[in-house]
């Protein structure tokens, strides 16, 4: 299995940014797929998750109405739209495959119920 990370970087506050997600050797389409980050210092958060079919998606609140998951099944991809962004969304971000089709509404953000993981890609938000 291979994921590659890509579109991260520096942005302005109140700017936009594209992270995407491209999984090789996995059944992508089967399996809801997650953004997690993690700031200096802190723990690592989940943010999102968007399930198999993309017709559900669940968000952090920290992150609720600014940021958008989305994907592509037939490009391996999955994608993450962030808006409006903030000093504190400054934050190395990971993809993640779930062991799983759906986002179940009290585990989506567990990191146990992911089994594939991106290497992380750089967010920098400068204010």
């Known amino acids: 299995v291979e994921v590659v990370e890509s579109g991260g970087g520096s942005v302005q506050a109140g700017g936009s940014l594209t992270l995407s997600c491209t999984i090789y050797g996995l059944k992508f389409k089967d399996l809801a797929m997650g953004w997690f980050r993690q700031a200096p210092g802190k723990e690592r958060e989940a943010i999102s998750c968007?399930?198999?079919?993309?017709?559900?998606?669940v968000y952090a609140d920290s992150v609720r109405g600014r940021f958008t998951t989305s994907r592509d099944n037939a490009e391996n991809t999955f994608y993450l739209q962030m808006n409006s962004v903030k000093a504190e969304d400054t934050a190395i971000y990971y993809c993640a495959a779930n062991r799983y089709p759906r986002c179940y509404d009290d585990e989506w953000f567990a990191s146990s119920q992911y089994a594939t993981w991106g290497q992380g890609i750089q967010v920098t938000v400068s204010s």
């Open positions: 968007l399930n198999y079919g993309a017709f559900y998606s």
